[in-house]
């Protein structure tokens, strides 16, 4: 394969990824409207370009597609070509993933990140997975928390290997 093809694979690969997250931040969206909460969106101006502010609850929300910000569960591993430029990549979106998180709370805002694999679950209906991520979701809102994961990943959980896990291509079928 040269490496003309490997760019045109990855970039269609990347798009897809991309407007696929965009849908499902789409759909939390909705059901939080619903509930009455009101945002503004991608918030360029605050670290990690939030995807939903909500100032009146003193609260950020991101939507985090799980290849992309290496969630270390189900939907996450390491595509089968190039793997170390991969694993840096993804790695490097980890670290500013989560000095976006500081320095957001050090600003004084809450956080909260709902992850793609909370909806995109095995044997599980997928608009009522994102209806009971929405009441939590809520629950966080009119809560004093400071940072909540839906759905939160044990802490001794480790990252998935290369060659472990679902490939890429498996998961794009
Ligand atoms: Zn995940």
């Known amino acids: ?39 503004r969106l991608h918030a360029r101006d605050l670290p990690g370009t939030p995807d939903m502010v909500l100032p009146k609850y003193a609260t950020i929300i991101f939507v985090h597609g799980c290849f992309w910000h290496y969630h270390g569960c189900h939907l996450s591993s390491i595509p089968g070509t190039r793997r170390s430029w991969w694993k840096k ?42 209806d009971i991520i929405a009441v939590r979701a809520a629950g966080f809102l009119k809560s004093k928390r400071r940072l909540l994961e839906i759905p939160r990943l044990s802490r001794s959980r480790k990252r998935l290997e290369p060659g472990k896990g679902r490939s890429y291509d498996e998961k794009n079928k």
């Not at 909260?112 to 997975?129: D, H, Q, S, V």
Request: with cysteine.
């Open 1 to 39: 394969m040269t490496d003309t093809v490997d760019r045109q694979t990855r970039s269609k690969m990347m798009s897809a990824v991309r407007a696929k997250n965009t849908k499902l931040e789409i759909e939390i969206r909705r059901r939080l409207f619903a509930q009455g909460f009101r945002y």
């Open 89 to 130: 990549k993804l790695e490097d979106n980890v670290k500013r993933d989560s000095e976006a998180v500081s320095e957001l709370q050090n600003l004084g805002w809450r956080v909260l990140i709902i992850w793609e694999c909370g909806f995109r679950k095995p044997k599980t209906n997928r608009a009522e997975a994102l």
